[in-house]
């Protein structure tokens, strides 16, 4: 069964894997099951016509109200569908062996019943939920829509949606504004001998005031960039309007200090500010404040900058006129009004979003274009946003007109957030499916966060949003997903590498918003306790929950009425002293618990979640895990980094078994210890046609004097280099290897496919020899 089939998608919900699972019970084996038979092939059919009425209304910017309650009901239906059979299966199972894979336990487990009961509990539960379904297509008397359809995107970054985040020379319209900041910065005071001597040692502030999207961020970060080397003490912290103090203030600290955060004790906001403030006493220093929402907020902060620091500056950023006020009277300071893009600077912009250097405008576009970017109004992010919706089109008249007359010409006017939603709604509905979702998703996460995208792929593919293609991994085709929300400027790029890949991402406050929205419309997120500036409530029945702690006065762990036994998900991001009674959330496929206060009996029934595919447990205190972790036959990714564990449960198998060779299917492999496996499993790792990623540990037994390993070793030594030779004429891209002294003098290891090479605990006194062979590292 292709896995494109089983896509979990925000538009149809987990339609495509239910009818993937009773499509198994109408083959021919199940014939004896007459009554159940005719009651999945109806079903079968109801929800694979609502499935394709559900994607063609994706297209629909603006679904009448009976549309969009019906397809509401429909998604919702559908996850309740899936978690009676899931259920099923898991009763009638063996407790002991894997629930994952469906079609091969439904087969086993239907093959066995001769009990009338099992049979009338699947008929009863297919009965029920199909009768629901009928009902709801029945209220909603038709199946029509348009037939538009969005074609599938590219797989690179695209270089132009990076421009903007580079090197100054690359971005657009910020030379004059920052050499105006700057130059309000440093200049010195125009007061009076007297007053300037009594004044000079207060820190100069300038305070960036604008509507969102207008880019104050931005030109905040290349003041920074510019001014930065000139202080020995330095930092650029972002608020949000959901701020945690302590953790403002901590950041401060580690950053003007040069510390690791984890490194510093927490204490309380009063301890922090002192810290800070000693700190910074005798020291010049430079700290940009960004995104401040609230006047309370900075009047806290304004408390770690010393006023006896001579030449000392500071730079705030915030869309409230009142916050700025408050910013530049507390010390000697400016306001500075950042303005919209000029003509001039828009056309560049929208230019290089568009084209590479060597291309034009056609002709044929040009008085459109210039309509467009007339009702952009010089607005940063809505510029970015039209120009990767464009960036997807054909450039065609009539395609650019569409969108044109989309717009509306309330951006002339007044640059607000809501007339920017209206911007992002045309590139929201212009994405596939797959990518709504993947987008969506984003909204679990905190304002202001830096997401990694390693986290955020694993994690899509973890709840199912990324289907399979043949010559691609699942990694490989997020990292696509990942890609094309970079190139549409969705997202906007964090860590760029040296090689120029895209490292983490971050969400503009704006488009945030606009996710949070449309997520919270269609029950795909619930954000219990987070201030949400749109209309609408969230529904008790949670699919997907993301608990957000701002500090520890306001975190609350849950509130009541939710319906909490069919969420597929669980988050929990900032500080929380208490953690949920995981037995509530029975159908779970992720849980994040990094960086909280977990203790080893929270953990203590994990084995109820079935279902569970992903699990962080990163930087927490845990030390141990349960035994019963081995059962949890779905789990494909376990985060221990920053823990206390040193040892894995019996149940989880450090040895491998032989005959991995047949796992052909095998992507990614870590943590194998060589030393410990039979000859036969390390001979079988050269058969792995497919795999891409392998982490190997060999620590054989070695005679410092004679550089030898011992006998043992050295039969595994030589099937761990025929095995990497034949990986490296295939697959393989990425290679890690713990110690690894035994591969010294390895004159025959020969990787030519490698891509990435990480060496660790072992200091080689020369660079082996076949590393010459590595041309695509």
């Not at 202080?231 to 510390?259: H, P, Q, W």
């Not at 503009?508 to 606009?514: A, P």
């Amino acid at each position: 069964m292709a896995m494109e089939a089983a896509l979990v998608s925000v538009v149809t919900g987990v339609l495509k894997p239910v009818i993937v699972k009773l499509t198994v019970l109408l083959s021919n084996e199940y014939k004896r099951f007459n009554t159940v038979r005719k009651e999945i092939k109806s079903l079968t059919h109801e929800l694979a016509t609502m499935e394709a009425f559900l994607l063609k209304m994706s297209e629909v910017e603006d679904p009448n109200p009976q549309d969009k309650v019906w397809m509401n009901e429909v998604r919702e239906l559908s996850y309740d569908l899936e978690d009676a059979i899931n259920d099923f299966m898991q009763s009638i199972g063996d407790k002991d062996e894997k629930p994952d894979g469906f079609i091969e336990k439904i087969k086993s487990s239907l093959g066995k019943l001769g009990k009338m009961k099992a049979r009338r509990q699947i008929g009863k539960e297919i009965q029920d939920l199909k009768k629901q379904i009928i009902e709801v297509g029945e209220r909603n008397a038709r199946y029509k829509s348009r037939e538009t359809f969005s074609k599938m995107v590219n797989a690179t970054v695209d270089p132009r949606a990076l421009a903007i985040f580079e090197h100054s020379s690359k971005l657009v319209g910020l030379e004059k504004p920052k050499a105006e900041i700057i130059k309000l910065l440093m200049e010195d005071d125009i007061r009076p001998p007297v007053q300037q001597q009594q004044q000079q040692q207060y820190p100069k502030i300038v305070s960036i005031v604008g509507s969102g999207g207008m880019g104050k961020t931005t030109l905040a970060n290349q003041v920074y960039q510019e001014l930065k080397g000139q202080y020995e003490c330095r930092a650029f912290v972002s608020v949000s309007r959901n701020s945690d103090m302590t953790n403002i203030l901590r950041t401060i600290f580690n950053e003007v200090a040069k510390t690791d955060y984890a490194s510093t004790e927490a204490g309380n906001i009063q301890q922090l500010i002192i810290k800070i403030t000693d700190f910074l006493a005798d020291k010049r220093y430079f700290v940009i404040v960004d995104d401040i929402w609230d006047v309370y907020t900075w009047d806290v902060i304004k408390h770690t900058f010393p006023v006896t620091s001579s030449g000392s500056i500071i730079t705030t950023t915030t869309r409230i006129n009142d916050v700025a006020k408050s910013c530049h009277s507390s010390f000697n300071g400016d306001t500075y009004n950042i303005r919209p893009l000029n003509p001039v600077h828009s056309k560049k912009l929208f230019q290089g979003r568009l084209f590479d250097s060597k291309e034009y405008l056609p002709s044929h576009l040009e008085k459109v274009f210039d309509e467009i970017l007339e009702k952009c109004d010089g607005l940063p992010l809505a510029i970015i946003a039209i120009s990767g919706l464009l960036a997807n089109k054909g450039r065609t008249e009539a395609l650019w007109n569409q969108v044109n007359d989309s717009i509306g010409r309330a951006l002339e006017r007044n640059p607000s957030v809501e007339e920017m939603m209206k911007i992002l709604s045309l590139s929201y509905f212009d994405l596939p499916p797959h990518l709504k979702t993947c987008l969506l998703h984003l909204s679990i996460f905190q304002e202001d966060s830096t997401i990694k995208k390693k986290v955020l792929v694993r994690r899509w593919i973890a709840e199912g949003f990324i289907h399979g293609e043949a010559r691609y991994t699942l990694y490989e085709l997020g990292e696509r997903c990942f890609n094309e929300l970079l190139n549409r400027g969705l997202i906007q790029p964090g860590k760029i590498d040296r090689y120029g890949k895209v490292k983490n991402c971050q969400v503009h406050d704006t488009i945030l918003d606009f996710i949070i929205s449309k997520s919270i419309d269609v029950n795909f997120i619930t954000l219990p306790g987070v201030p949400i500036l749109t209309i609408g409530t969230q529904r008790k029945v949670v699919r997907r929950l993301s608990l957000q702690g701002f500090n520890k006065e306001k975190s609350t762990i849950l509130p009541a009425g939710l319906v909490l036994s069919h969420a597929r998900s669980l988050s929990m991001f900032g500080i929380f002293w208490e953690i949920p009674y995981l037995e509530e959330f029975r159908h779970l496929c992720v849980l994040d618990l990094s960086h909280q206060s977990l203790e080893e009996h929270h953990l203590e029934n994990i084995v109820m979640l079935f279902q569970l595919r992903y699990l962080n447990i990163k930087g927490t205190r845990i030390s141990k895990l349960p035994e019963q972790i081995g059962r949890l036959g779905c789990l494909e990714m376990l985060d221990l980094t920053g823990t206390f564990v040193e040892k894995l449960p019996a149940s989880i198998a450090v040895k491998f078994p032989d005959g991995i060779a047949k796992m052909q299917a095998l992507e990614t492999l870590k943590d194998v210890d060589a030393s410990i496996q039979s000859i036969d499993f390390l001979c079988g790792l050269g058969q792995l046609m497919n795999l891409r990623s392998l982490r190997l540990i060999l620590d054989f037994e070695f005679d410092s004097d004679t550089e030898d390993t011992n006998m043992v070793g050295e039969e595994h030594n030589k099937a761990v280099v025929s095995s990497l030779c034949k990986l490296g004429t295939q697959n393989l891209r990425s290679l890690t290897i713990e110690f690894g002294r035994s591969l010294l003098h390895e004159e025959s290891l020969c990787l030519p496919t490698l891509e990435d090479l990480s060496i660790y605990f072992w200091d080689f006194p020369q660079v082996p020899t076949w590393v010459s062979s590595l041309r695509n590292l």
